[in-house]
Every structure is written in structure tokens, then in C-alpha cells.
């Protein structure tokens, strides 16, 4: 089992900045692919970013340039660093972690609203 703990979320101004954090703990691995995904009101949960073990990153064409996915293998960390935020990146944003079948794992998420 993984467990996954989101922080970092709150409310910002359109045009400004945001950095989320993931924390894994349990039998995680560095292996691991970890990734980010969101879920806007009245919407399905989404892809937005992810990332190998080895550093390779992929993006939502929606946040691709505005958002960057890092990880930390020596603390089992995830984070997404987010700019220039939009009124349509408010969602509840999720960690994710892919083990392979039968070990996918997410976390409660954390609210991120951009609203003036």
C-alpha cells in the first residue's frame, strides 16, 4: 500500500502562481511513475502532468508551458509548480501513483481555486 498526501492548494489571483506538493509514503518505490490529475466542478477527473522514474515528463496540452512536474526520489515527493493560472484551473488536483495493475493509488486531493 502507498499513501499519498496532497498540500499546497488555496486560493490566487488569475496570472499568478501556485506550487502543489505530493508526499508518498508506505511501500512506495522510486520506480514508481507519479503523476497529477484534476477534477474541475461538474467535470471527470483529468490528466494534467507526469513523470517517470527516470525524470521523463508529459503534459495536458491544456497547462503544457504554464506547468512544471518534478520529483524527489530520495524523499518520495511529487510536486507541480503552477503559473499563470487561469479561472479554468480551478479543480481539486490529485497525486497519483501507478505501481502497475492492481497498485494505482491517489491521493484526497487538495482545492486549488483562481478567482479575483
Known amino acids: 500500500q502507498v499513501q499519498l498526501v496532497e498540500s499546497g492548494g488555496g486560493l490566487v489571483q488569475p496570472g499568478g502562481s501556485l506550487r502543489l506538493s505530493c508526499a508518498a509514503s508506505?511501500?512506495?518505490?522510486?520506480?514508481?511513475?507519479m503523476a497529477w490529475y484534476r477534477q474541475a466542478p461538474g467535470k471527470q477527473r483529468a490528466f494534467i502532468a507526469s513523470?517517470?522514474?527516470?525524470?521523463?515528463?508529459d503534459y495536458a496540452a491544456s497547462v503544457k508551458g504554464r506547468f512544471t512536474i518534478s520529483r524527489d526520489n530520495a524523499k518520495n515527493t511529487v510536486s507541480l509548480q503552477m503559473n499563470s493560472l487561469k479561472p479554468d484551473d480551478t479543480a481539486v488536483y490529485y497525486c497519483?501513483?501507478?505501481?502497475?495493475?492492481?497498485?494505482?493509488?491517489w491521493g484526497k486531493g487538495t482545492l486549488v481555486t483562481v478567482s479575483s
Open positions: 508506505g511501500r512506495m518505490s522510486s520506480r514508481y511513475a
Open positions: 513523470i517517470t522514474s527516470g525524470g521523463i515528463t
Open positions: 497519483n501513483v501507478n505501481g502497475g495493475p492492481g497498485a494505482i493509488y
